[in-house]
Structure formats: structure tokens, C-alpha cells
């Protein structure tokens, strides 16, 4: 089966090809990072409208480079949320449009399952069940993953998402858009011993995150320094470091205990702020030295992209989903929990 993913939930275009026999084929992403970098964060009009200019020319590059023309389709994927409600539809309307022309199904993904799946796109995947780490954009949560569709939460962000909270934390210090690889980069030149960020909510049970009182803590010690514009570039790798040190130690807390309530071998770990190197590493040492398996996307699957909606879609159209009806639906808001098992 030969299925075609579009995702265009918030500011990357993303399209790929992938084959149930093959594997992925080709894949192509625009990011409007540069674009929106400007206003400090997503523009959702601007988002909506650049996806517009850029769909059609990736889907053409993907569908040359992966050799394949429109009667070698089985069906389209499409992201249908959650994400930003304009973005969603020009993907919808695209896909629902050339699968009525081309007579094949398409399909809506959930974008966070989507990103679930992506470590199983990599040789040697984790097989089910498993605990589920999604830490993508305003999403941080901890799921058993059963099976497909089968996603039963074990805890989740009260407030602010770990990316939300690296984007704001960096918007404090100056750093600009996105947050999260730039307070990352500098982290690296920061002094571990200066500074000491709290570890939100981890004394207390439970597997729920809340990062909001983790920016305030980098809030006042910005202030402590002078304010931001006070900040030697010292400082803010200092704090860069110290911030990045304690969203890592929390995350890696959370899943320990996940892991242990679960019972389960291996996490998996998707989103966004997957890529963070220090994250991945500490994850290895903490819970390999228990033996659990920790798996990861390759860092450009951890990003928006359509490789991991075309797999999505080929798991789900292979399994007999179908879409009826010609109707455009998309849910800017969607609990991944809702979701039918398969």
C-alpha cells in the first residue's frame, strides 16, 4: 500500500510517500520558521497562507522523487488536528479534493499520533505495548500505548507544555523564536553549579508536568541579574543551562515513574523537543540503566513532518479505516484518548 501524507497543522508543510512494502520514500518539508521568527511567534493567518503557496509543489517534488504517479496511490493521509484551524483546512481541502479526483480513500491522522508512531518509521522498531513520552509544541504527556489507537493517559502538563515553556523561557533572555534549539545551543556554554531551577511537581506522586511555575523561577532570576537586557552572554547560558537542566530532570522523573507503574520494557519518546540531545541522553543512562529501551525518531522526524502522517495513514487505511462522505472536518482542538483502537 503506497499512501501520500500531508501535514500543515501549525508552520511546516510537510509531505511524504510511504509503501507498506518499502518504507518511506520520499519526503519534503517547508519550514515558515523564518517567516514568523519576526513577530516573535506563529502568525496563524500567515501560517495558513504560506502552507497554500508551498502544498502542491512539495506534494509534486515528493510524488517525482518517490517515482510515483497519482494511479500508484492507495490513499491519502491528511493531519486533522489538533493544530491551528486554518493551517488544517488547506491540508484537509487538498487531500480531500485530489483523493475524490484520483478515486482513492483519504484519510484524517491525529497529528500526535502521528508523532507517536514516528520512532517506529527506524530499523529495529518498538513494538507494542509501550510507554509513550510526547513532548511536541503546547503537548507534553505520558501514555501506555497498547496499540494502535489503544492510548491510555498517565499524566499530563497542568499548564504550560515543556515547549511552550522553552520558547517563553527564551523569549525572557532575548533569544528570539524558536526557544527551545536556541536555549539548547547555548546551554552548552553554561555553567552547571551556578544556578539551580526547581523540579516541577516531582515532589509529589502522580505523572502530571506543570512547567509555568519553572518559567516565573527564570523570570526572577533574570531579574536577579540586572534584567534581560543586563544579561552578559554568560548569563544567559547559565540560566539557558540551568532551565534546560530541570525540564530534562523533570521529564526524566516522570517517566521513571511512568515505567515503573506500567510494568512496560520500553518508552518511547516523540515531538518537537525529542531532539533535545541532553534529554536523550540522560533518558538513556536513567532507564537503561534499568533496562528499559528508549527510541527515538531520527532528529528530523522529531519536527512536523509528513513521514510520520503517511505512516500513520498507511497503518490505519491497511487496517480497514475509511473516511466516509465527502465532507472537510478538522478539529483544532482533538484528545488523542478519543481515538478507536484499530
Given at each position: ?136 509544541g503546547g503537548h ?112 526524566v522523573i516522570k ?18 523537543v525529542s531532539a ?67
Open positions: 500500500m503506497r499512501v501520500l501524507g500531508i501535514e500543515t497543522s501549525c508552520d511546516e508543510t510537510g509531505v511524504a510517500l510511504y509503501d507498506t512494502e518499502q518504507g518511506l520514500l520520499a519526503d519534503a518539508l517547508y519550514s515558515q520558521v523564518g517567516m514568523h521568527a519576526e513577530f516573535g511567534g506563529v502568525v496563524p493567518e500567515l501560517a495558513s497562507r504560506d502552507h497554500v503557496r508551498r502544498l502542491l509543489p512539495l506534494m509534486r517534488q515528493v510524488l517525482e522523487q518517490g517515482g510515483t504517479a497519482p494511479e500508484d496511490l492507495d490513499g491519502i493521509a491528511y493531519t486533522a488536528g489538533p493544530g491551528l484551524a486554518g493551517a488544517l483546512l488547506v491540508g484537509a481541502a487538498t487531500a480531500r479534493a485530489l483523493a475524490f479526483a484520483w478515486d482513492i480513500p483519504a484519510l484524517p491522522v491525529h497529528h500526535m499520533e502521528g508523532h507517536l508512531l514516528a520512532p517506529l518509521l527506524e530499523a529495529d522498531p518498538p513494538a507494542f505495548p509501550f510507554v509513550a513520552l510526547l513532548v511536541s507534553t504527556m505520558l501514555l501506555d500505548a497498547r496499540a494502535l489507537g489503544d492510548y491510555h493517559l498517565l499524566g499530563e502538563s497542568v499548564d504550560d507544555a515543556a515547549g511552550e515553556a522553552f520558547d517563553k523561557a527564551a523569549k525572557m533572555m532575548g533569544l528570539g523564536y524558536p526557544g527551545g534549539p536556541r536555549i539548547s545551543a547555548l546551554a552548552q556554554q553554561g555553567n552547571p553549579d551556578r544556578f539551580t531551577f526547581p523540579r516541577p511537581m516531582t515532589d509529589r506522586p502522580g505523572m502530571d508536568f506543570s512547567f509555568s511555575g519553572l518559567k516565573t523561577y527564570c523570570l526572577n532570576t533574570i531579574a536577579a541579574c540586572g534584567g534581560a537586557e543586563a544579561l552578559s552572554e554568560q548569563d544567559r547560558a547559565d540560566i539557558a543551562r540551568a532551565f534546560e537542566t530541570a525540564v530534562v530532570e523533570t521529564l517517566c521513571r515513574r511512568a515505567m515503573e507503574a506500567s510494568g512496560h520494557g520500553t518508552l518511547v519518546m516523540a515531538g518537537g533535545n540531545t541532553r534529554l536523550r541522553a540522560r533518558l538513556d543512562e536513567a532507564l537503561g540503566a534499568k533496562g528499559v529501551r528508549v527510541c527515538y525518531p531520527r532528529q528530523a522526524l522529531c519536527t512536523d513532518n509528513g513521514a510520520m502522517i503517511a505512516f500513520a495513514g498507511a497503518l490505519r487505511l491497511a487496517a480497514g479505516e475509511r473516511q466516509e462522505g465527502l465532507g472537510i472536518s478538522v478539529r483544532a482542538r482533538w484528545p488523542l484518548m478519543e481515538l478507536a483502537p484499530i
